[in-house]
């Protein structure tokens, strides 16, 4: 793909693309683990809990985020573009 846009764009362009399946949906959204499940039950309140799974959720944006970083540190530099084609729906 990177190949192709590079020749239709005759060379003028030098382009790089982060991986979708490292930025889609999933990737954004957590696992009840065992460990998780146990740090849940420990917790009474509901606004506790909520706080536990936004701080995992943050955690797996973080993750995503840090990609995208280092793809921007690496191949950003020789490039003119870097695309990030991800669909969530």
């Known amino acids: 793909m990177q190949w192709q846009d590079e ?15 490292r930025i ?3 990737e954004h959204s957590f696992y009840m683990t065992g460990e998780l499940k146990k740090e849940l039950a420990k917790v009474k309140s509901k606004k506790g809990k909520n706080e536990i799974v936004e701080r995992e959720h943050r955690r797996k944006m973080n993750n995503v985020s840090a990609y995208i970083g280092r793809v921007i540190r690496k191949r950003g530099i020789a490039k003119d573009c870097i695309f990030a084609p991800y669909h969530f729906e």
């Open 24 to 26: 889609h949906k999933g």
């Open 7 to 21: 020749v239709s764009t005759m060379g003028r362009f030098k382009v790089a693309y982060c991986d979708p399946a």
